[in-house]
């Protein structure tokens, strides 16, 4: 079991930079997987980006290709998303989630992640 508490999240102005921090408790970060998910007002849940459980593994939507980052720091059980170059429909309430690596799931799958934080909020707006 694991439990996963986002933070970073605020009012930032288009063009603005913000850092996400997603805090694992309970077992070790680097048993996972992880993702970073969002889901808009009046939209699905969509992917953003994961990364592997030694952090040599990534991959990311293409809509934030370029601007987001994803990191961790397994000694720290911390997941990280930077964002660069927010736009509007950067906005949504953002998840981290945790998937055990040896199912060998597709990482833009939400259905297949085992743990999920309870969001923080990226508002973009001008």
């Known amino acids: 079991q694991v439990r996963l508490v986002e933070s970073g999240g605020g009012l930032v102005q288009p063009g603005s930079s913000l850092k996400l921090s997603c805090v694992a408790s309970?077992?070790?970060?680097?048993?996972?997987?992880m993702g970073w998910f969002r889901r808009a007002p009046g939209k699905e849940r969509e992917f953003v980006s994961a990364?592997?459980?030694?952090?040599?593994?990534?991959d990311s939507a293409d809509s934030v290709k370029g601007r987001f980052a994803i990191s961790r720091d397994n000694p720290k059980n911390t997941l990280y998303l930077q964002m660069n170059s927010l736009k509007p429909e950067d906005t949504g309430v953002y998840y981290c989630?945790?998937?055990?690596?040896?199912?060998?799931?597709?990482?833009?799958?939400?259905?297949?992640?085992?743990?999920w934080g309870q969001g923080t909020q990226v508002t973009v707006s001008s």
């Open positions: 990364i592997s459980w030694s952090g040599e593994g990534q």
């Open positions: 989630a945790a998937v055990d690596p040896r199912k060998g799931t597709r990482w833009d799958f939400a259905s297949e992640y085992d743990y």
């Open positions: 309970g077992s070790a970060l680097s048993a996972f997987d």
